[in-house]
């Protein structure tokens, strides 16, 4: 079991994982409007997935304490996250 955390600490943690989701979001912002609205094309939607990965790791670690959790449901988290952004991107690549 871990130990507790104290409240600075939470804070802090909190705060820095608030920051990526920022800056992950920046990320795939730039990388949308790098290629041009209409032209963004594979590689931006391929960046925006994974972004979208990254920022719902830190959603389920941080703010919702999966990070605490056992190994199987941190695998299966990641597991349903690789499936249906997996999906998304199967989607997009019939659509285009």
Same mark, same amino acid.
């Given at each position: 079991m871990q130990p507790t955390e104290s409240h600075s600490d939470w804070s802090r943690r909190l705060a820095r994982a608030w920051m990526l989701l920022v800056g992950l979001t920046l990320v795939s912002l730039t990388a949308v409007l790098g290629f041009g609205h209409?032209?963004?094309?594979?590689?931006?939607?391929? @960046? +925006? &997935?994974? +972004?979208?990965? /990254?920022?719902?790791?830190? @959603?389920?670690?941080? /703010? &919702?304490? &999966?990070?605490?959790?056992?190994?199987?449901?941190?695998g299966f988290f990641s597991g349903m996250l690789v499936a249906i952004l997996g999906g998304l991107m199967a989607t997009y690549l019939i659509a285009a």
């Open positions: 209409a032209e963004a094309g594979l590689p931006a939607a391929a @960046v +925006a &997935l994974v +972004a979208s990965y /990254f920022k719902a790791r830190a @959603v389920l670690d941080h /703010f &919702l304490d &999966l990070r605490r959790a056992d190994k199987g449901w941190r």
